[in-house]
């Protein structure tokens, strides 16, 4: 598995969706729950796939009609860099959020 030379919010967002799932996710299931438009996501998960960080494969269920979905999942590898990736950005998104609690009234 490759390092990744850049990470940034639609990075952290992809791997986020998909470390949150139990299964395998479908390209346009990504851009919907992320809100990236499929130009940067499609890139990103070719990108995520030649690092080593994500497998892909064809949905070929023959129950659902239309066209066949290309699914991706995490690597054991790119699940656990995930997961750091994730917890670094959600770190460090807390330290810049204003401090909103009750200590600020005072």
């Not at 850049?6 to 986020?16: F, H």
């Not at 992320?34 to 499929?38: E, I, K, L, Q």
């Given at each position: 598995m490759e390092p990744l030379a850049?990470?940034?919010?639609?990075?952290?967002?992809?791997?986020?969706v998909l470390l949150d799932?139990?299964?395998p996710r479908w390209g346009l299931e990504i851009i919907k729950v992320?809100?990236?438009?499929?130009g940067s996501v499609y890139p990103l998960l070719d990108r995520l796939e030649r690092a080593g960080w994500v497998?892909?494969?064809w949905d070929d269920d023959p129950e659902?009609?239309?066209p066949r979905r290309r699914t991706y999942r995490l690597t054991a590898d790119g699940a656990?860099?995930?997961?750091?990736?994730?917890?670094?950005?959600?770190?460090r998104a807390k330290k810049t959020l204003p401090n909103t609690g009750p200590e600020?009234?005072?």
């Open positions: 850049r990470v940034g919010g639609a990075t952290v967002d992809v791997l986020a799932s139990d299964r992320t809100g990236r438009p499929s497998s892909s494969e659902r009609r239309g656990r860099e995930a997961a750091k990736v994730v917890a670094r950005r959600t770190a600020a009234a005072r």
